[in-house]
C-alpha cells in the first residue's frame, strides 16, 4: 500500500524548499504525496511553485491583506483540520517556521497524524529573534516525530532540548537542491549592474527590523550608493510596512532600484548578478555562499551561525556605520572579498530530498502504512 503523503505550504520559501521534496516523491512508487497550499503568501507562492512544476491539489486561499499572525494562525487552524479529516493522510511534511508551518503541525497533532519537519533544529536562542519563526520552530520540534536537521549543529539543538536521537536525521538543506535546479535555467544577464559599478543586492524584511532598525539600513543605503562604483538593487517584501518605509527614505536615491518581490528564479539570477548580498533573509544566507558571494547580515544574531563559521558570512545589524564600513571593506579591499567569495557549502550539497524520501519511506509511522 503507498504512503499517503500531504505535504503542506504557505509560503515562497516553503515553496522552495518544499519542491524538491514534492518532486522527489511524486516520483516514487511507494508514495502517494498530495499537496495543500494555505497560500499564506499568494502571488509569490503561486509563481514559485510553477517555476518547479509543481501543481497543488488543495488550496485553502487564505490569504488577507494586513493578515496578523493570530488571525492567520486560527483560520489555517480551522481550515486545515477538515482537510486532514477528509485526506487522512499517513503523515504530514511541513518545513522551516513559518505560521503555516506551526498551525498544520499543530492540526496534524490535534488528528494524531505523524508529522515530519524539514529544517529542523534552527534556533538563535533568543525567543523574539526572529519574531515569531523562533517561537514557531520550538513548537513544531514538539509536534513531530520526523525532524529532518540540515546540519549536525541543528540536530545537536534538537538534541538538547529533548527530542529522541531516532527521530532526527540529518539531511543537508534542500534549499541548496532548488537553487542547483533554478541555476540551471537561469540567466543572470539581465541583472547586471552598468559598466563601471558593483551590484549590491538587499532584501529585508523581518518584523524585528521595522521602524527605526529599518531606518538604519536605509540610511547605510544611502551612503553606499553615493559611491560611484556601487548600484544598488532592493526588491521589496510584499509587508506595507516595509514598503513605505523604504520607499519614504530612498525611493529616487541615485543608484538605488527599488522594485517589487522578486520571482524566485530571478532572485538567483540578480544574486548570481552581485558583489555582496545584504540581507536579513535565512534563505540568502544559505544560497549565499553556495554560489560564492558575499553575505552580510542585517540582524544581531542568526540561526544560521555555519555561514558566519565558515567566514562567507558576516554578522553586521542594523547600524549603518556597522553596515558601510563592513560593505566598504568588501568593496574597498580585493583579499577581503575574495576571501568571503569563496563557494562552500555548510548547508549541505544538495540530494537532499532524496535522503528525506528514504527516511519516509523506511519510518515506522505506527503501523499506519507501508
Request: aromatic letters at 4%.
Amino acid at each position: 500500500m503507498k504512503r499517503r503523503i500531504l505535504v503542506v505550504i504557505g509560503t515562497r520559501p516553503e515553496a522552495v524548499k518544499l519542491a524538491p521534496v514534492v518532486r522527489e516523491l511524486r516520483q516514487a512508487d511507494w508514495a502517494d504525496c498530495r499537496v495543500l497550499v494555505t497560500a499564506q503568501h499568494r502571488e509569490l507562492l503561486d509563481r514559485t511553485l510553477a517555476f518547479f512544476g509543481v501543481e497543488p491539489d488543495l488550496d485553502l486561499d487564505l490569504m488577507r491583506p494586513a493578515q496578523s499572525p493570530v488571525d492567520f494562525t486560527a483560520r489555517c487552524l480551522a481550515a486545515v483540520d477538515p482537510v486532514l479529516a477528509a485526506e487522512r493522510p499517513d503523515l504530514v511534511v511541513v518545513e522551516g517556521d513559518t505560521t503555516t508551518v506551526f498551525a498544520a503541525a499543530l492540526g496534524a497533532f490535534y488528528r494524531r497524524v505523524p508529522v515530519a519537519h524539514v529544517e529542523a533544529g534552527l534556533r538563535t536562542g533568543d525567543r523574539g529573534q526572529p519574531f515569531p519563526e523562533e517561537a514557531n520552530r520550538r513548537l513544531v520540534a514538539q509536534l513531530a516525530d520526523l525532524h529532518f536537521a540540515p546540519t549536525a549543529a541543528a540536530r545537536d539543538n534538537l538534541l538538547r532540548e529533548g527530542i529522541a536521537t531516532r527521530g532526527v536525521h540529518v539531511v543537508g538543506n534542500t534549499g541548496i537542491d532548488a537553487l542547483q535546479w533554478a541555476v540551471a535555467r537561469v540567466d543572470a544577464g539581465a541583472f547586471r549592474p552598468p559598466p563601471g559599478r558593483r551590484r549590491l543586492l538587499v532584501t529585508a524584511h523581518r518584523r524585528e527590523n521595522l521602524g527605526a532598525p529599518l531606518g538604519g539600513i536605509c540610511a547605510a543605503i544611502a551612503r553606499l550608493a553615493a559611491r560611484p562604483d556601487v548600484d544598488v538593487l532592493w526588491p521589496l517584501h510584499p509587508n506595507p510596512e516595509v514598503r513605505a518605509n523604504v520607499d519614504r527614505r530612498l525611493r529616487g536615491a541615485a543608484n538605488v532600484h527599488l522594485r517589487g518581490p522578486l520571482d524566485y528564479p530571478d532572485m538567483v539570477a540578480a544574486m548570481l548578478a552581485s558583489h555582496v548580498l545584504l540581507t536579513d533573509s535565512g534563505g540568502v544566507q544559505e544560497e549565499g555562499p553556495a554560489l560564492g558571494k558575499p553575505v552580510l547580515v542585517l540582524r544581531d544574531d542568526t540561526e544560521r551561525p555555519e555561514g558566519v563559521a565558515a567566514g562567507v558570512a558576516q554578522l553586521v545589524g542594523t547600524d549603518p556605520g556597522r553596515i558601510v564600513a563592513a560593505a566598504s571593506r568588501l568593496l574597498d579591499d580585493p583579499g577581503a572579498h575574495a576571501a568571503m567569495a569563496r563557494v562552500v557549502h555548510p548547508y549541505g550539497v544538495g540530494g537532499s530530498a532524496a535522503a528525506i524520501a528514504a527516511v519516509l519511506r523506511a519510518a515506522d509511522l505506527g503501523g499506519r502504512s507501508g
